[in-house]
């Protein structure tokens, strides 16, 4: 039997998402493994951390999700920082692959440069001698 793998991918943000696996770890493991668990790893990639949990059916994973630890500890996380989908996740090769985002830079506009200030001709001034009267 096959197992439906699930990922939760935290990614690092104000603190590095270590802190938040390392605070995490034990309890979801222990949720995950009394909850019908078959398989699980912690995997650290350059962007965070993937916890991978394979359950034997899509059942087992809802009633997992459902804990209070489990809610807890995604909680915890920023909402920019958390990734919760089925498959396995970071490099892993999931079942959707990550799309790329635009590339630095991409369609900007040239910075403005301002415009040198034009050269105007004017007849040379004359110096002003004190009391002479033109």
Request: no cysteine.
């Amino acid at each position: 039997m096959e197992l439906q793998w699930w990922s939760i991918e935290v990614r690092d943000g104000e603190y590095p998402a270590r802190l938040w696996r390392d605070a995490h770890s034990a309890a979801l493991i222990e949720a995950a493994v009394t909850h019908g668990a078959r398989d699980w790893s912690w995997r650290s990639e350059n962007f965070g951390v993937v916890f991978e949990i394979g359950f034997d059916d899509a059942g087992d994973w809802a009633r997992f999700r459902e804990l209070p630890v489990v809610t807890a500890a995604l909680d915890a996380v920023a909402p920019d920082s958390l990734y919760v989908y089925r498959g396995r996740g970071g490099s892993a090769g999931a079942v959707h692959p990550r799309r790329r985002g635009p590339l630095p830079a991409t369609g900007a506009a040239a910075i403005p440069i301002e415009p040198e200030p034009p050269i105007v001709a004017r007849p040379p001034l004359e110096p002003i001698v004190p009391g002479l009267v033109a």
